[in-house]
């Protein structure tokens, strides 16, 4: 069932996505090689639960964190523990606020210092999908059109789209209809309206699009091992069907 916000919910989830990005804005300068993934983890819970909010990823379906920690291969859902970040290597990071009832959640993949060439542009061409995405909400488009916008511009970069999982609505709930796949799936391809809240967020791997999830029934990694990018923002369309993102986070220069 789709859920239009009406203007006392989007108020409310403005402000989650306030502190979300908040959040993002002093997480993202600690992701330096030697840090753990806990320690990472251990920031978000407790700058969220300082200014009121609940971490809405800890014991959602039991998963036993509150921030997401998807280094390298993993494209998303890494569980965050001792492991340290290596100089080198990338790291996806994925978090959601609930504040009284209004949900938020964005995610960023960063360089953690130097990185190869070949996955800076990969970094690169996922953020530009996030923004093909964007721009791809408009009078008269549907669902379809957010995924054709994503995967026609990974897919001419030659990278490989994650199909099993996708983006989604949000808002009064960490996952809301309708869902939004970053390939054009046969599934449903409702029309856009004001009032939708959109999590939107291209999966995009090196190598293959096939994942697999490990033993702990949590972590999704690429199938041949190669790296994976993952960005996401919260966004709403507005009754003049002006698109206004939600979330913001920094990319390091």
């Given at each position: 069932?789709?859920?239009?916000?009406?203007?006392?919910?989007?108020?409310?989830?403005?402000?989650?996505?306030?502190?979300?990005?908040?959040?993002?804005?002093?997480?993202?300068?600690?992701?330096?090689?030697?840090?753990?993934?806990?320690?990472?983890?251990?920031?978000?819970?407790?700058?969220?639960?300082?200014?009121?909010?609940?971490?809405?990823?800890?014991?959602?379906?039991?998963?036993?964190?509150?921030?997401?920690?998807?280094?390298?291969?993993?494209?998303?859902?890494?569980?965050?523990?001792?492991s340290r970040l290596e100089e080198g290597s990338v790291i996806g990071l994925d978090c959601g606020i609930d504040l009284g009832g209004f949900f938020s959640d964005a995610a960023i993949t960063l360089p953690v210092g130097?990185?190869?060439?070949?996955?800076?542009?990969?970094?690169?061409?996922?953020?530009?999908?996030?923004?093909?995405?964007?721009?791809?909400?408009?009078?008269?488009?549907?669902?379809?059109?957010?995924?054709?916008?994503?995967?026609?511009?990974?897919?001419?970069?030659?990278?490989?789209?994650?199909?099993?999982?996708?983006?989604?609505?949000?808002?009064?709930?960490?996952?809301?209809?309708?869902?939004?796949?970053?390939?054009?799936?046969?599934?449903?391809?409702?029309?856009?309206?004001?009032?939708?809240?959109?999590?939107?967020?291209?999966?995009?791997?090196?190598?293959?699009?096939?994942?697999?999830?490990?033993?702990?029934?949590?972590?999704?990694?690429?199938?041949?091992?190669?790296?994976?990018?993952?960005?996401?923002?919260t966004i709403a369309i507005l009754p003049d069907w002006k698109v206004e993102v939600l979330t913001s986070w920094t990319y390091p220069a």
């Amino acid at each position: 069932m789709l859920r239009l916000k009406n203007g006392e919910q989007l108020a409310g989830i403005r402000a989650s996505c306030r502190m979300l990005s908040d959040l993002f804005a002093g997480l993202v300068p600690l992701v330096k090689p030697g840090i753990t993934t806990k320690e990472l983890d251990r920031f978000a819970h407790d700058f969220i639960v300082s200014r009121g909010g609940r971490p809405a990823f800890l014991n959602y379906d039991g998963y036993p964190a509150s921030l997401c920690t998807s280094p390298d291969d993993v494209v998303i859902h890494g569980i965050p523990d001792n492991s340290r970040l290596e100089e080198g290597s990338v790291i996806g990071l994925d978090c959601g606020i609930d504040l009284g009832g209004f949900f938020s959640d964005a995610a960023i993949t960063l360089p953690v210092g130097r990185i190869s060439p070949e996955v800076d542009k990969l970094l690169r061409v996922t953020r530009e999908c996030l923004e093909r995405a964007i721009a791809a909400v408009k009078p008269g488009a549907r669902i379809h059109d957010i995924s054709r916008a994503v995967f026609g511009h990974a897919v001419s970069n030659g990278y490989g789209v994650v199909r099993q999982y996708c983006g989604h609505g949000v808002g009064l709930a960490p996952h809301e209809d309708p869902q939004i796949p970053n390939y054009v799936s046969p599934g449903p391809n409702p029309r856009l309206m004001p009032g939708m809240v959109l999590a939107l967020e291209p999966m995009i791997n090196l190598g293959t699009g096939d994942v697999k999830v490990l033993a702990d029934d949590w972590t999704v990694v690429t199938l041949d091992h190669k790296p994976s990018a993952h960005y996401e923002h919260t966004i709403a369309i507005l009754p003049d069907w002006k698109v206004e993102v939600l979330t913001s986070w920094t990319y390091p220069a």
